[in-house]
């Protein structure tokens, strides 16, 4: 059944069981598929911070054309918003041929607000932005604060629609309430499903004559989702899309940089496309139950393998198969003859990856397929659909390679990376500077404006791999006379010292105890 | 007064002080905070502060309690204490800061408490609440800095005469904060003195801890670090005076003048600045052709915070001898600061003085100009901001953009610029800002 009744959606540690703490091998974590309730209550007594759901969530409303984000917390929450930014300028850019700015405001609650709420301030808030920007949607979305103060942004937003021409979308991102961020995209799916996906009445035709059930349906059955995320830039949309239209089908791109008049139209497709499973499920399970639109949430597009078992499934799904294997071959022949001249060169490397777990896994596949040695793995939470990932992982890579389940986490990472000592490291925006700082040839595993999936993808990534290898300087020498704030005696211990050992541990599992404390 | 800020161009409480920590040498900040506060300021430093994220113990290296539900209905405190006792067993510093986010100041976790566990075992440990709610990151600075003046900093330190202390230059607000203290450090030890700039690599705990010795604090603004000052004259009998960011020649030379007289220092001020006078222009000499050829005199419109607003401003006033036309100021300021910093902004002989507007909402200076220059198209002879230029932050683009003009991002946020150890204070300064106002003049050329 689907949750969207509800003003929020559950959090993912109920929804999905979703954990952020393990510390072990590849065997450990791939052999426990039998059941994840085991990981649920694992802490750590020494934490980093790191990012709240509020920072993911945002990234794809600051990309929506026309929408101002209005956060209703602290000043500092949305500063993020700065960095976003750039992929909202660039990507537009290139999309819609113009630079603008994201626009985002700030009801900055301050201590007066704290003790008498700041339910007015919001309303004003909502109109006065409406006044001045013109916008399509207003997004209102709750950080840590109004959700202590119990401030109701939903009961704002129900009050305020009627006086505004913008739609308006409540979101709930209280940082607080979960430590799982992939949360986020349930939160902005589920926002969105309940406040945009009407049909706009222009749509209701004037007259219906006989063929206007034939004329939806033909369209319905020539187009599908493909759903985005907000890591991946233009070139890996036009990747897929490319696939897609080969297959004969129109593309609905679906959030990010995606026109709030045209999202109704998601439902008028046969088939919705995930391209990460830690995305999409909340949606696609929203889009099947009620609108009866079957999906596909399974393999990340990123790899060769990966690629082509993406694109066999949507084929299969489409009844093209046969045209489906005329173009992986002819595709995969093709990438094959390119990446030729850096396989030698990638031969034996070993390689480490840190990222959302889904692509980490994903990335781990092409670097098998590009030569690489995997030589661990930490993803950022763990949840059961990554279990065929690790299923996969455990035909190329050692059951003994490391696997670390952390909310980033990097003093686990120093720790493992000294031992370890990869010939690279691969990973996510702002989670380089630990490989760097100890000498590491680094790359990072997103940036909107780089190609990493579908076929285009894997031979952008080897060539950029290619070119950060061959001169790995600016590591080497910074790491020579900077270093990371870690005491000498860490680096000695055991990389998991500091999980505690779980609350709940079911009859005869043999997971981290030994590494625990 | 708007019920939001536009696009605000600070952090809030809790990310100033956290940035000013990881901008300290040898310190370990503590966030007692919900998971996410340091990755929100991590991702702004890294749109923001000009490619500039973290430190030493900086981005998501940072310890904190990543307080959650359960917390927030029983306290955080052992958590906060478990966290202190890891963090000493794994982070390597030589001074531990412990700062609050809202959800524990919310909850009202006392973590003086906690910390006063640990100091009486002899850690060098300090705690500060900065609840993001508080206020800006402005305001953060000055939480943190204070409580360290209190807290760590050591009591009774005999004065030494010529040893002065700089605040008021906000890490990661400013973007060139280490060029500019560096610049204000060579630019005061022309009067032979020591000088104590806390966030350079010149700089040392060390001198954090024995900072109560100096015979003065200087504060370089007019706002941000003057809570500090207050506590250093406090708790240790440093006495303050405050100048505006010293930016080229004119701000320079009075820096000195007011320096040397409040330290009653005995030494030719006049001679200093008029030698430096003297290498300063001697730079600009070779300009003098293509700076007259090229018409390199503009108008200009500054949207920028309080030290950069007023700094430039008066550079470009002063030394350029460029229009300043129209200065907002985007920080959140009462009205005793507004009154104050409008009455250091008067033009001087024919120059005018530039509409002061003190606006958070930056998105409003296109209004603003249009007010200045109402626009009749039936009008043949009508009188214009062409040329202009645009002085603010990134976000200025837009406006540059439609008014025609040129822009440098100077005030936070600045995305566009990647700063190393560039700085504009001193006269050295000066000439840096005159080749970056006039390079981005002539790009095309």
Partial sequence: ?517 | MSNYIERPRYFCSLGGALSTLEALPEVIPILHAAVGCAGSIAWAQNGGSAFQVGGYCGGLHVPSSNVGERDVVFGGAERLQEQITTTLEIMDGGLYVVITGCVTEIIGDDIRAVTDEFADKGVPIVAANTGGFKGNSYLGYDIVLSEIVKQYVKKDAETKKKSVNILGVVPYMDVFWRGNLKGIRELLEKLGLEVNTFFTEKDSLADLKNSSQAALNIVLSDVYGVETAKAYEEEHGVPYITAPLPVGPTASAALLRQVAKALSLSLDVEAIVEAESRSYYKYLEPLVDLYNDADLQKYAVVVADVNYAVAVTRFLLDDLGWLPVLVQFTDLLNEEQRTQITAKLQGHGDAPSPKIVFDTNASEAIRYINELYPKRESDKYTDTISPAFVVGSSLERALALKIGAPQLSVSFPVSNRVVLDRGYTGFSGGLTLAEDLLSAAVTAR
């Fill in chain 1, 1 to 517: 059944m689907s949750y969207l009744q509800d003003r929020e959606p559950p959090k993912r540690e109920e929804r999905l069981s979703a954990c952020i703490v393990y510390g072990g091998d590849l065997c450990g974590l791939a052999g426990k598929t039998r059941g994840c309730a085991c990981m649920q209550d694992g802490e750590r007594s020494f934490t980093q911070g790191s990012i709240c759901l509020l920072l993911p969530g945002i990234s794809i409303l600051n990309s929506i054309p026309d929408n101002v984000n209005i956060v209703h917390g602290a000043v500092g929450c949305g500063a993020c918003s700065h960095s976003q930014n750039a992929n909202t300028r660039s990507g537009g850019n290139l999309r819609f041929g113009a630079v603008k700015d994201a626009i985002w405001v700030s009801t900055a609650l301050n201590e007066m607000d704290v003790i008498s709420g700041a339910e007015t301030k919001l309303y004003n808030a909502v109109i006065e932005a409406d006044r001045l920007y013109r916008p399509k949607t207003i997004t209102v979305i709750a950080s840590c604060v109004p959700g202590i103060i119990g401030d109701d942004i939903d009961g704002v937003v129900d009050q305020v629609r009627s006086q505004v021409a913008a739609r308006v979308i409540p979101i709930h991102f209280e940082g607080f309430k979960t430590k799982i961020w992939a949360t986020a995209y349930d939160a902005v799916y589920h926002g969105l499903a309940r406040s945009v996906f009407e049909d706009p009445r222009f749509n209701e035709p004037i007259i219906k004559d006989d063929l206007y059930h034939e004329r939806i349906a033909s369209e319905k059955a020539r187009t599908v989702n493909l759903l985005t995320v907000s890591s991946m830039g233009l070139a890996d949309e036009q990747e897929l899309s490319r696939y897609l239209n080969a297959l004969d089908r129109k593309v609905n791109v679906f959030p990010n940089f995606a026109d709030s008049d045209s999202m109704y139209k998601l439902k008028y497709a046969s088939l919705s496309i995930s391209t990460c499973p830690t995305h999409d499920d909340y949606l696609l399970d929203y889009l099947k139950e009620e609108h009866g639109i079957p999906h596909i949430i399974r393999h990340m597009p990123i790899g060769i393998e990966n690629t082509s078992a993406w694109i066999r499934d949507v084929a299969a799904a489409l009844g093209k198969s046969d045209v489906a294997e005329r173009f992986i071959a002819r595709e995969t022949a093709e990438l094959s003859a390119a990446l030729e001249r850096y396989k030698g060169f990638f031969k034996g490397k070993k390689v480490f990856i840190s990222a959302g777990e889904f692509r980490a896994l994903a990335t781990a596949n092409l670097l098998h397929d590009l030569g690489f040695e995997i030589a661990g793995i930490r993803s950022f939470h763990h949840d059961d659909f990554a279990n065929v990932e690790y299923e996969k992982l455990l035909q190329t890579a050692s059951a003994e390679i490391p696997i670390n389940i952390a909310n980033v986490q990097p003093f686990e990472e120093a720790n493992l990376l000294t031992a370890l000592k990869p010939d690279l490291f691969l990973g996510h925006w702002n989670g380089n500077s630990t490989a760097t700082k100890l000498g590491i040839p680094s790359h990072v595993i997103y940036n909107t404006g780089l190609a990493y999936i579908g076929y285009r993808g894997a031979y952008e990534l080897a060539r950029r791999l290619y070119r950060q290898l061959s001169n790995p300087a600016f590591n080497k020498n910074l790491s020579q006379y900077v270093r990371l704030p870690y005491k000498k005696e860490w680096y000695a211990q055991n990389p998991f010292t500091y999980i505690k050992a779980h609350l709940d541990v079911p009859e005869g599992y043999q997971g981290t105890e030994e590494a625990g404390r």
